[in-house]
């Protein structure tokens, strides 16, 4: 550790963002980072503790805590305070393909896990990897491998979603030839087209494909294998295959008026704008539109906020957001000790902004959509909520949520957002390939592995373990790649 007393001389610090009046009139990343010599000194907070749970990815109370990808975190902390770049970007690649991904959209399971936060302020670990891995496209350590020795192995990787993009870059680097098969017009699955460009510029991710595709990685895109057809031609092609298609199938609502025109699943909200903006600068009627609208979203996850400030971004005349569950805490409490994750209090970068716009928080605790309601044409015109509440069953113990009588309110809403969650993977491509689901619609494996019922045929990430973290869909596709490697050659150095 080079600087020993680092947590105690220095007070955690964190980029700064651009106020929410201003960045809302764009779609670009708005935060403001720290200068090298600052993020030098956020590093030296680090103590290199004996026990560094940040990135022990240990299970406590069904939760994961610290990093799922067993970041090498103190290591690289203590380069980054040592100004060596290079050394802490190649310690930092050893065990996360995508560096710039995770430092932007990854909720920290590092930080929850931090020492220093057991009696302080968390070392600033996440922004720490931002300035590892983009000091490192800048200084040019960040290139292309040509040199790869090619083993004659083919292999298939069906979506190019996080997992599907970390399965495929590193087989790549192990000498097989892969091809990447998406279903959309653009590489990137969930990166590009679940996550808004503001919180994760597209450029980033269009950075890193032409990287892969220069080490040899090939790219099919508007490739949907929804049929035996395709799915028996690709697995008679290759020596093996990687289903990575996500956990896509929304969750609906059985609602009164739920057939209103006015609601639109969230994934596809955002998919539109995302679309509009790379292919057409946002031109009119090219997306789903919240201007001067009233916008209702269900929902209490980072879909959700997406969902607020991208409408806050389109001119919505207001925005709700709902969700089932009551106010988180702002701090842990004793059921919740370090060093295990909980979910605290924060306004997000959505919640700023419609604060910021419409001067209240959007969010509404403890209430669920009792009936949408429709004008005489068919389109939504209003949203009448209830609150709900938990209540234990006397003989099970267990609780769940009820709806309480004669707390129904009405709300103006043009537009409705579904930001449920997702309830497991697209059933077309599991029967198209003849794989097995389990019983929340996830692709069923081998009990600890990612080999399916099928010969050949594994899967990883969401399609595997259903709705997750961007970090586990990377740890999912380079675990997947490491068995694919050895059920071709026998043993795996990966």
Request: glycine share 8%; proline share 4%; aromatic share 8%.
């Amino acid at each position: 550790m080079g600087q020993n007393l680092g947590f105690l001389k220095y007070r955690r610090k964190t980029s700064q963002s651009e106020e929410p009046l201003d960045r809302i009139k764009h779609y670009h990343e708005f935060h403001l980072y720290l200068s090298n010599e600052e993020q030098s000194e956020q590093a030296a907070r680090c103590m290199e503790c004996g026990v560094p749970y940040c990135q022990s990815a240990m299970e406590i109370n069904g939760r994961t805590t610290g990093c799922p990808l067993n970041n090498l975190v103190p290591e690289w902390n203590d380069l980054l305070y040592l100004r060596k770049y290079e050394e802490a970007y190649k310690r930092l690649r050893k065990t996360n393909n995508f560096p710039e991904f995770t430092s932007r959209v990854c909720p920290a399971l590092c930080e929850s896990a931090c020492t220093c936060g057991l009696d302080g302020e968390a070392v600033s670990s996440h922004e720490n990897e931002f300035a590892i891995i983009e000091n490192a496209y800048d200084m040019g350590y960040v290139k292309a491998r040509r040199d790869i020795p090619r083993t004659g192995k083919k292999i298939a990787v069906i979506g190019s979603g996080p997992a599907g993009l970390a399965a495929a870059d590193q087989l790549n680097l192990r000498g097989h030839s892969v091809d990447v098969y998406e279903r959309s017009d653009r590489p990137g699955g969930l990166l590009m087209y679940g996550i808004p460009n503001m919180k994760l510029e597209k450029k980033v991710i269009d950075r890193r494909i032409r990287i892969m595709e220069k080490e040899g990685v090939n790219f099919l895109t508007d490739q949907n294998i929804n049929t035996k057809k395709k799915a028996d031609e690709i697995i008679s092609r290759y020596d093996a295959v990687i289903l990575c298609c996500g956990a896509s199938k929304p969750r609906d609502m059985d609602v009164e008026g739920r057939d209103a025109d006015g609601i639109y699943f969230a994934v596809d909200f955002l998919t539109s704008t995302t679309k509009a903006l790379l292919d057409t600068d946002m031109k009119e009627g090219t997306y789903i539109s919240a201007e001067g609208k009233n916008v209702v979203i269900v929902g209490s996850g980072d879909t959700a906020n997406d969902c607020v400030g991208t409408a806050v971004r389109h001119g919505a005349k207001s925005v709700m957001q709902m969700q089932r569950h009551g106010k988180p805490p702002v701090f842990r409490d004793e059921d919740h000790p370090w060093p295990e994750y909980v979910n605290l209090f924060k306004n997000d970068y959505g919640q700023q902004e419609a604060i910021a716009v419409y001067g209240k928080d959007p969010r509404i605790y403890g209430a669920t959509v009792n009936r949408f309601i429709k004008d005489d044409a068919g389109k939504l015109s209003a949203v009448e909520i209830i609150n709900v509440q938990p209540v234990k069953d006397a003989k099970t113990g267990r609780s769940s949520m009820q709806t309480v009588k004669g707390t129904e309110k009405i709300y103006p809403a043009e537009i409705a957002l579904i930001a449920a969650g997702f309830t497991g993977t697209e059933p077309e491509v599991a029967k198209a390939f003849g794989v097995e689901l389990d019983g929340r619609t996830n692709v069923k494996t081998v009990s600890g592995a990612y080999r399916t019922n099928r010969d050949k045929v594994f899967a990883a990430g969401d399609m595997r373990r259903g709705q997750s973290l961007v970090v586990w869909a990377i740890k999912e596709g380079r675990e997947a790649a490491k068995e694919v490697d050895m059920f071709l050659n026998g043993y795996t150095n990966l």
